[in-house]
């Protein structure tokens, strides 16, 4: 049903506690999902597979739906202020009731199966000293709206009730005897009986997740029984049961009730707690409410440093540093968040940092940065000099160096807005500005490979550059990682990027990846485009794109455009102002969870992949041919 109903209108699942219900036919289920910031039911038509997405208007928040015997209507506890109470939402004039006024949560609504009474757990205020809350049993009239408790297990949990197929019992968890085991509860004779015994009990996620389920056709009772570190489903039919009448006003929890522990000293804590003195009521007067202000904290930080010293006769003594920092500062509540990186890697050239910001207190999530960035690249070669030596020219061998930095100051500004937890809109702005530095280090040696000496020189270096950006991008991602990757569902990026400056053109990115899965394998397919487009001119100025890096076309990376490879063809054939990309993928799992893969670890996370990869790059004159 998941698989079905997995689509971008939907952001989650409500299942922790919350269950799902059939329609009376079983042509239909219906859960709870979270869509657009609220609950929503999802009706899923099981032979079609064909979805409903109601929205509940009178309550934002629900849980437990279930459908009533006509067909008709669906019972569920809705959340408003904090209080739980029924509502009956009607498929007809699709506008929801409330069934319940009072202060306490009421929650796992069940149907007679005449659908003229519900059952239900209601919370109450206990009145001895075991617990401060518990809940009791009690059915509600749907035609007279009057409501009786089930006087059942005083200040026990009496949760999860379910009536029987012919409406006499009523089944329900119960931790009376400080296990939680199945009960009935005979509505003609007042009497209850246990129906199991179990030592760990019968119980879902949590308290309060649904653990047990009735057929109303064939009178079959579906539980969750924790046994050996796992949870099983156990089916079975009402005669099944030995069922063992007990008094419904016999409570004991001691079984689970934890031992008190013999402390070797003085225990301050329970003592503290024992005597302490009675809460003093506050004036409502005295009570303050003061705005929060955020102040930024430091969460994290993390360094490396080192240090190199070199001599030698050419230069005399250098030194060099390597060694950055990184910190990151927010608030309490992680609002706003400040991030920081200081870096040195060589001379005080190559000094880099940068400087973050993202606030994330609002729907639209938005920052900006501010960075220096050194880039370091370099040419070495060796050719013949002269050189005075007493006055005398010496034909030497020189060993030239040039160290190329180029330094990047980027200013940025970006932007999500979320759609839903699937679904953003994207947008920033960038300016950056390129500036040059070459440095050319000179090493002498004589003919016979003595050193002589050697001299460091700066050189005219090219004049700098600078361009601006402004893009946007749509961005879906509804899938589900499996072991190694995604296992199903889709994700895609549309984004338009417009350059300025020294640079006037567009940048289209089109990536679109989808995700099947059929144990034990699975499939995967993308589809990818990138392009620059706009006067030739202009992308003439712009880097060629690379087709042979892994992540697009596998099988290339030992293949350089400077030559020098084992290849016949011409590498260049690899670059291009635009490049596309399909990938196809069969996964077949080797190592992991046993529900996917055949050999079963928690550790060894493996599977073997049959691919095949394409790709096509090309320049905007390019006249495309395809030949087989």
Known sequence: VSSLDRTSEIDDFSYIESGGTWSPDSKKFAFVVYSGGRNKLSVVNINSGKTELIEIKEVASFSNPEWSPDGRYIVFTGLNEGVGDLYLYDFETRKATKLTHDVFSNVHPSWSPDSKHIVYSTEIICPGQSRKYCFNLTLLNIETGESKVIDVFPQADNLNPRFSKDGRF??????????????????????????????????????????????????????THYFNKNYEIYVANEQDFIPMEVDKYDVNFDAGTLPVLKHLSVNIVDSALCNRVPTIALQVDSIEILPYRPKLQLDYISNAIGVGISTGPGYGTSTAMAGSVYMLFSDMIGDHQLYTALSLNGEIYDFGGQVAYINQRDKVKWGAAVSHIPYRSGSMYETLDTLTIDKEKVVVDKLVLDYIRMFEDNVSAFLYYPLSQTRRFEGGITASWYSYRIDRYNDYFDLLGFYLGGKKEKLPSPPGLSFQTANVAYVEDDSFFGMTAPLVGHRARYQIERYFGNINLYNILLDYRRYFFSKPVGFAFRLYHNGLYGKTSEIGKASPMYLGYPWLIRGYEDISIYGGTKYSFDPTNLTGSRIAVVNAEFRFPFSGPQVLAPIKSNTFLTDFNLFFDGGLAW???????FKW
């Open 619 to 625: 320049n905007k004159d390019d006249k495309i041919k």
């Open 170 to 223: 009523i089944y329900f968890l119960s931790d009376a005897d400080g296990f939680r085991n199945l009960y009935k509860y005979d509505l003609q004779t007042d009497k209850v009986y246990r129906l199991t015994e179990y030592l760990t009990g019968i119980s879902g996620i949590t308290l309060f997740s649904p653990a047990i389920s009735t057929d109303r056709e064939n009178g079959l009772i579906a539980y």
